[in-house]
C-alpha cells in the first residue's frame, strides 16, 4: 500500500493545491474550476450506487445542519453518509457513515485505489489548475458510501456554493443556514453577491429550503432559484421551533406542541434543529415514497441523541470553560446570548478571529463583556490567516478604549495550548472561560483536552 499514515495520505491529497500559488487566489468565479474532480469522479464511475442526496450551504451552523438531518435520517432507520468541513482532530471525521468517521485503514486503502486516477487528472493540468483536495475527499466519500450501501447523504459544502467540488453531486434538495457577510475576498463584498455563489448548489427540478434570511439574501435566493429552474422555500414560524427552557445539558425547544431535550447550549441550534426536522422528512419521503405520521417523535428521538462537538460546548468546570465558532457578528451574538446565564465572573475570553472575518466587529462586542482578554491563534489549517501579535493586540486596545474598558487586562498567546491554562488562571475556580475561536483552534482545544471523535 502507498499510504501508511494519516499524514502521509493528507500530504498527498493536498500535493496538487500546494504547487499552485493559491495564497494569491481571488474570488471563486475566477480562480476555481470543479472540472478536474468531475473527472475524478467519471473515471471512477462515482457515485457508483443511487441515493438521495441534501446539500448543505450557508454562513453558519452548516455542519450542525449536516449532522442533526443525519441523526434524524438515521432514527427513520436510513443508512447514512456525511460530509462535513472542517474536521477537529482527525481529516477522517469529514467522511461519516451512521456518524462513524471512516476507519484508517479504510481510508487509506480507498485513496490507494483512487491514486492513479488522481495521478493521472493532476499530471495532466496547466501550471495555473490544481485538483481540489475537496474533490479527492468527495471521491473518497461516495466510494466509502457506496461500499456501505448509504441511501441519503446529506453534504456540506465549504465556503461557497457555485464552484464547490461538492455541488457536482446530483441533489434535489438545497438547505440554507443563514447568510451574512464572509469570505469576502473569495466570493464577493455584499451579502446578495455572497448569496449568489450559495444558491448554486441547487439543480433544475430541485428545491431550496432556508432559514429565514435577511430580505436582501432572500430577494437573491429567491430569483437566483428561478434563474436556475429550481424552487425555493424559507422556513414559515410555524415551522421554526421555540426556546422552551434551559435544561443541564443543553436547551429545551418546543416543535408542534412537542418538548425536545436538545443537548446543545447554544440557543441558535434550535434553528438548525427545526430546518433538519423538515429537511429529513423530505428526504425520506422521497427514499421510502412515503411520509411517515410519526416524523416528529423520530425527530425528537434523533436529536435528543445527537452529538456535534465543539458547538457550544462545554468543556471543563471549575472554571467553566465553553467553547464556539463563534468567529462573525451572527454567531457571536447568538453565543453570548445562549451562555448569558450561566455565566460567573470573571468572564475570561479567549478569541482566535481569522483576518478574513469582521475583526473589528468581533473584537467590539468581545470588549462589552471581558474581564480578561487572551487572543490567540492557530496553525492547524494553513489556508486560514490571523492578525499577527501588534495587530491584533492594537485592534483590541482600541475595541476596549471604545467601550470605556481600556483597563481590562489583555494579552497574547501563539497557541491554545498557551492560552487555556492561562485562562484558567486568570478566571480562577469560579469563574468563567469563553472561547470564541475559528474551527481549526476548536481542533486544538479539543486535542488540548485529549478528545477524539470516531462516532458522533
Known amino acids: 500500500m502507498t499510504f501508511t499514515t494519516e499524514t502521509d495520505a493528507v500530504t498527498y491529497i493536498f500535493t496538487s493545491l500546494a504547487a499552485i500559488n493559491w495564497r494569491g487566489r481571488g474570488l471563486d468565479e475566477d480562480t ?72 484508517l485503514a479504510d481510508f487509506l486503502r480507498l485513496l490507494d485505489e483512487l491514486k492513479p486516477s488522481i495521478d493521472q487528472i493532476a499530471a495532466s493540468l496547466p501550471n495555473h489548475k490544481y485538483l481540489s483536495p475537496q474533490g479527492i475527499f468527495l471521491a473518497l466519500a461516495l466510494r466509502w458510501f457506496d461500499e456501505n450501501d448509504c441511501d441519503v447523504a446529506v453534504v456540506e459544502v465549504g465556503r461557497g456554493g457555485r464552484f464547490d467540488d461538492n455541488a457536482l453531486l446530483p441533489n434535489h434538495l438545497g438547505l440554507f443556514t443563514p447568510i451574512v457577510l464572509e469570505h469576502a475576498r473569495y466570493l464577493g463584498p455584499t451579502t446578495e453577491r455572497i448569496a449568489w455563489h450559495k444558491v448554486g448548489v441547487l439543480k433544475s427540478g430541485g428545491h431550496g429550503l432556508s432559514l429565514p434570511q435577511a430580505p436582501n439574501v432572500r430577494a437573491t435566493l429567491e430569483s437566483e432559484s428561478a434563474v436556475l429552474g429550481a424552487t425555493f422555500h424559507e422556513l414559515t414560524s410555524d415551522q421554526m421551533a421555540a426556546y422552551v427552557r434551559d435544561w443541564s445539558n443543553g436547551v429545551v425547544m418546543g416543535s408542534h406542541g412537542l418538548e425536545i431535550n436538545l443537548p446543545f447550549y447554544g440557543r441558535y441550534e434550535i434553528e438548525n434543529a427545526s430546518l433538519a426536522i423538515e429537511a429529513a422528512d423530505i428526504l425520506h419521503r422521497r427514499v421510502s415514497g412515503k411520509s411517515d405520521p410519526e416524523h416528529l417523535n423520530i425527530s425528537k428521538r434523533g436529536l435528543e441523541q445527537a452529538v456535534w462537538p465543539g458547538r457550544l460546548e462545554k468543556l471543563a468546570d471549575h472554571p467553566a470553560i465553553y467553547i ?41 462586542m468581545l470588549a462589552e463583556v471581558a474581564d480578561q482578554w487572551i487572543i490567540t491563534r492557530t496553525g492547524r489549517n494553513v489556508t486560514i490567516n490571523f492578525p499577527d501579535e501588534a495587530t491584533a493586540l492594537s485592534a483590541a486596545r482600541a475595541a476596549l478604549s471604545a467601550a470605556g474598558r481600556a483597563d481590562i487586562p489583555l494579552a497574547y498567546c501563539e497557541s491554545i495550548a498557551e492560552a487555556i491554562p492561562l485562562s484558567q488562571a486568570w478566571a480562577g475556580t469560579g469563574g468563567t472561560v469563553l472561547m470564541a475561536v475559528a474551527q481549526p483552534a476548536i481542533g486544538d482545544a479539543m486535542e488540548h483536552f485529549g478528545r477524539g471523535f470516531e462516532v458522533v
Open 32 to 103: 476555481r474550476d470543479v472540472s478536474p474532480t468531475r473527472d475524478l469522479l467519471a473515471l471512477n464511475h462515482l457515485p457508483a450506487k443511487p441515493r438521495e442526496y441534501a446539500i448543505v450551504t450557508g454562513s453558519k451552523g452548516k455542519g450542525s445542519v449536516t449532522t442533526l438531518t443525519g441523526r434524524i435520517l438515521r432514527e427513520y432507520g436510513h443508512t447514512v453518509g456525511t460530509i462535513t468541513s472542517p474536521h477537529l482532530v482527525s481529516y477522517r471525521e469529514r467522511i461519516r457513515v451512521n456518524g462513524r468517521a471512516i476507519p
Open 324 to 364: 464556539d465558532g463563534a468567529v462573525n457578528i451572527l454567531s457571536l451574538r447568538s453565543f453570548l446570548d445562549s451562555i448569558r446565564a450561566r455565566l460567573t465572573p470573571p468572564i475570561v475570553i479567549i478569541s482566535a478571529v481569522p483576518t478574513d472575518r469582521d475583526v473589528k466587529s468581533v473584537y467590539a
